[in-house]
């Protein structure tokens, strides 16, 4: 993570598409492709040259293995013993004119400058020089520009850091041991350094580094999936990061006001569950805003079922304006349960297609069926009565109010609260089985409001016939939903 201290801390999120997250601080700072800066590396490549903080190598890859195989049987480091750092130039300018293989390398000096890391202090050797034990010859000197002429991560970070005025790094702490080579270049090429901050490695569940062969955690799939850029940004901004604030949903003023410092030494668990967690968080509060994330989460939701319906028949028929304003419905009664556009159309199936009920089980429906198996003509004739022009969720609530009422009186003679509650319990579980499979949703009132007069009444013919079906090839049902009854009159 790269920021600039000009313009302070007005953080913009950079990108997804690349698979990297920065947070960039000036306006003026446009995309950096090294592709496109080779020359601009080995310029300052030769200028340490020059300045003899660099050498060539010409090293063949055979040489450098037996030199790490020979290190490697004395239990020595596998470090370079600088061959090549004393080659006369015109033994070398004869190797240049022939086209022969080579890099550079830094030529790290034995007094590395020492570095104040922001989170772990002061990290680095002494300015004692460097000890080695007698005969070893061995320098911990990286390669800069690689044989093919483009410059390895140690050199581009940091000219890149210096041209785009870089005021801070924050990266990982498997670079903390590179950092005061980096220091030193920065030294060699006149440069004022920025400051560093070290923070742990990203690690799965099962505390493994994270790995971009493995997509462990793969942007581009968050991005299809859906995810918001803000909810990723919140999610990242947390990896390793302590603050004093009562909840983990920051918005990005949220993060820029109350950013600090204050990392963990160690490393982080990247666990996706707290990404989901955000991910409702932001789409409960886009609901609230009602504005264009609303009108984005909308789209992206309606493309889905689109597809769904054009590439499955016997879905419902339904005008672009009657599916926006279904999925917009359902947005806003279900939000907070939203991860994904994908996972949120499949939870919410039955507002677009038919969708099968289960069989009832008389062991374990025998209390739903004991209040409403003699009263299903009433419960139809009732939700029949409520015409297409007053079908909303407060004339439905009303209705079941009333039918349960009813119901009730039927069964006991007479009203009690507890009573009322139980068969109102019961119709609602029965319209549920009856309209959507029993699948879970909104309130019953409002699953019945969005379905629709006409796809409810069907639903209740179709759940009507299924239950006399059920009876007639069932015997069982009848002792189940005789002890109920007894239960209910008790």
């Known amino acids: 993570m790269l920021m600039g201290h000009r313009a302070g801390y007005r953080w913009a999120f950079r990108t997804i598409q690349t698979g990297i997250i920065s947070f960039r601080t000036r306006k003026d700072l446009s995309d950096q492709l090294q592709s496109e800066r080779t020359p601009i590396y080995q310029k300052h490549a030769e200028d340490l040259l020059k300045s003899g903080n660099a050498y060539r190598c010409f090293c063949s890859t055979e040489r450098l293995n037996n030199l790490a195989k020979q290190r490697n049987q004395l239990r020595l480091s596998g470090e370079y013993d600088r061959a090549c750092l004393h080659t006369e ?17 830094l030529k790290v000096p034995d007094e590395t400058p ?12 002494s300015n004692e020089k460097r000890l080695r034990r007698p005969g070893d010859n061995a320098y911990e000197d990286p390669i800069l520009i690689k044989s093919d002429g483009q410059p390895t991560y140690h050199l581009a970070n940091v000219v890149d850091d210096h041209y785009m005025d870089i005021s801070h790094v924050i990266r990982a702490t498997e670079w903390m041991s590179s950092t005061p080579k980096h220091l030193s270049m920065y030294k060699a090429l006149g440069w004022t350094p920025p400051e560093f901050a070290h923070v742990g490695l990203l690690q799965n569940n ?3 580094k994270f790995s971009k062969r493995n997509d462990d955690l793969d942007l581009q799939s968050f991005k299809k999936e859906g995810i918001f850029p803000e909810a990723l940004i919140n999610f990242v901004a947390l990896f390793g990061w302590s603050h004093k604030l009562d909840n983990d949903f920051l918005r990005l003023q949220d993060l820029i006001n109350n950013f600090s410092f204050k990392f963990t030494k160690g490393n982080t668990i990247a666990a996706p569950a707290k990404l989901f967690y955000l991910q409702k968080q932001y789409a409960v509060k886009y609901v609230e805003e009602n504005g264009q994330d609303l009108d984005s989460m909308v789209e992206r939701v309606c493309a889905i079922a689109e597809e769904n319906l054009k590439s499955q028949p016997g879905g419902f028929k339904l005008l672009s304006s009657e599916l926006k304003h279904r999925v917009k419905t359902l947005l806003r009664k279900g939000a907070a349960k939203y ?3 994908q996972t949120f159309f499949d939870n919410h199936i039955q507002f677009f297609r038919p969708v099968s009920r289960p069989r009832l089980d008389p062991e374990t429906d025998h209390w739903m069926l004991g209040w409403v198996s003699d009263h299903l003509d009433a419960v139809n004739l009732h939700i029949g009565k409520v015409s297409t022009e007053k079908w ?8 079941i109010e009333r039918l349960s009422n009813d119901i009730l009186m039927a069964k006991l003679q ?5 009573g009322l509650k139980e068969v109102r319990i019961a119709i609602t579980r029965y319209l549920r089985w009856a309209t959507t499979g029993g699948r879970p949703g909104p309130g019953i009132h409002t699953t019945m409001e969005i379905l629709g007069r006409e796809v409810t009444i069907q639903s209740l ?14 015997k069982s049902w009848k002792e189940g939903v ?4 007894d239960h209910a009159l008790k």
């Open 114 to 125: 020492i570095l104040n890391d922001i989170v772990y202090g002061t990290v680095g050797q």
């Open 89 to 105: 130039s015109s033994t070398t300018e004869k190797w240049l004119s022939d086209g022969e293989p080579h890099v550079i390398r």
């Open 339 to 341: 991860t994904t556009p």
């Open 461 to 474: 013919e179709e759940a009507f016939i299924e239950f006399n079906t059920f009876k007639g090839h069932d």
């Open 414 to 418: 007479g009203t009690s609260l507890a």
């Open 392 to 399: 909303t969720e407060d004339v439905v609530m009303d209705m």
């Open 206 to 208: 099962k505390r493994e």
């Open 482 to 485: 005789q002890a109920s009854s």
